[in-house]
C-alpha cells in the first residue's frame, strides 16, 4: 500500500463498515486514486440460478463499493463521501465466483469526484463483466460546507 493513503483506509473498509463485514469485501490493492476490490462469491448471491449468473445488483453494489474506496484513497478517516449519483452499464451475466472491480478517481473537485469503475469475474480478469460511473458528494472535515 502506498503510504501517502490513510493506513488504516484498508481496514476500514474490509472491517469497520458493517455491510462490506457481512459481504466479505477483501481490499486487493489501493493507491492514490485507485483500488482494487473482491467480492467473494456466496450463493446468497444468485440470480437466474438456471442460467447460472449473479443477481445484477451484486454487481451494482460492487461498483459503488469500489468507487467509494477508490475515493476514499484521497482522504482520511473523518472526511465524508455520499453516492449522489451512479450508472452501470452490464456487458455479459456475472457467473458464479468471485467478482473483481477497480476503480479510478477520474475527477476530484472540492465538492464533487467522478470514479470509473470496472468489474470482471476472479477466473477471466481480461474480460469486462460491467463498468460503472458514480459521483460521489465530498466533505473535507475542517472544510467550509
Not at 477520474?106 to 480478469?125: D, E, F, K, Q, Y
Request: proline share 6%; charged share 25%; with cysteine.
Amino acid at each position: 500500500m502506498n503510504s501517502t493513503v490513510h493506513k488504516d483506509l484498508i481496514s476500514f473498509v474490509e472491517e469497520k463498515i458493517p455491510f462490506h463485514r457481512f459481504l466479505g469485501v477483501k481490499v486487493l490493492d489501493v493507491r492514490p486514486g485507485y483500488a482494487k476490490v473482491c467480492l467473494p462469491y456466496r450463493e446468497d448471491f444468485n440470480g437466474n440460478e438456471m442460467r447460472g449468473v449473479l443477481h445484477g445488483g451484486i454487481t451494482a453494489l460492487l461498483v459503488d463499493i469500489c468507487g467509494a474506496v477508490a475515493l476514499w484513497t484521497h482522504f482520511g478517516p473523518e472526511d465524508k463521501t455520499a453516492t449522489i449519483d451512479m450508472r452501470v452499464d452490464y456487458q455479459r451475466p456475472a457467473p458464479f465466483e468471485d467478482l473483481v472491480a477497480e476503480g479510478d478517481v477520474r475527477m476530484l473537485g472540492n465538492r464533487i469526484a467522478n470514479v470509473h469503475i470496472r468489474v470482471t469475474s476472479a477466473s477471466m480478469p481480461d474480460t469486462q463483466i460491467a463498468e460503472g460511473r458514480a459521483v460521489y458528494y465530498v466533505k473535507r472535515v475542517g472544510a467550509p460546507s
